[in-house]
């Protein structure tokens, strides 16, 4: 694994050990006013990284380009800003809600960055002769 698929997978697991690491102190204190939080590190951070991480192994060539570089970047930065911001308006600071309002709209745009990136290449796939498929 290399290059941005290294970095989308070693992202990914550094989000699972804060997601779980969470999840744990949230059962611990048997305090889960910050469920929003683990539940968007989970799923925001640790599964699309690693969602992200497999499509750039798998399409190496893709990986790349330098919208590759651009699209983890761009979901690095807006998604750290959102899992930060939004741990610190739960914990009562309403006032950091424009970082988080910012931060899910860079991370939005990352997606749909991924999507131009992604979906015209598995679809080319289909578009292949038969003997270069095998």
């Given at each position: 694994?290399?290059?941005?698929?290294?970095?989308?997978?070693?992202?990914?697991?550094?989000?699972a050990?804060?997601?779980?690491?969470?999840?744990?102190?949230m059962a611990?204190?048997?305090?889960h006013?910050?469920?929003?939080?683990?539940?968007?590190i989970?799923?925001?951070?640790?599964?699309?990284s690693?969602?992200?991480?497999?499509?750039?192994?798998l399409?190496?060539?893709?990986?790349?380009?330098?919208?590759?570089?651009?699209?983890?970047?761009?979901?690095?930065?807006?998604?750290?800003?959102l899992?930060?911001g939004?741990?610190?308006m739960?914990?009562g600071?309403?006032?950091?809600?424009?970082?988080?309002?910012?931060?899910?709209?860079?991370?939005?745009?990352?997606l749909?960055?991924?999507?131009?990136?992604?979906?015209?290449?598995v679809?080319?796939?289909e578009?292949?002769?038969e003997?270069?498929?095998?």
């Amino acid at each position: 694994m290399q290059k941005v698929a290294r970095n989308f997978f070693t992202l990914a697991v550094v989000y699972a050990l804060f997601g779980m690491a969470l999840g744990l102190q949230m059962a611990i204190s048997k305090d889960h006013a910050q469920m929003p939080t683990h539940a968007h590190i989970m799923v925001a951070g640790w599964l699309m990284s690693a969602v992200f991480a497999f499509f750039y192994h798998l399409f190496p060539a893709v990986a790349e380009k330098k919208l590759a570089t651009v699209h983890f970047w761009l979901t690095a930065i807006s998604g750290i800003g959102l899992l930060i911001g939004l741990y610190i308006m739960l914990a009562g600071n309403p006032a950091i809600e424009p970082l988080v309002a910012t931060s899910s709209m860079g991370f939005y745009a990352g997606l749909l960055l991924f999507a131009y990136i992604a979906l015209p290449e598995v679809w080319k796939a289909e578009r292949l002769p038969e003997a270069q498929k095998a």
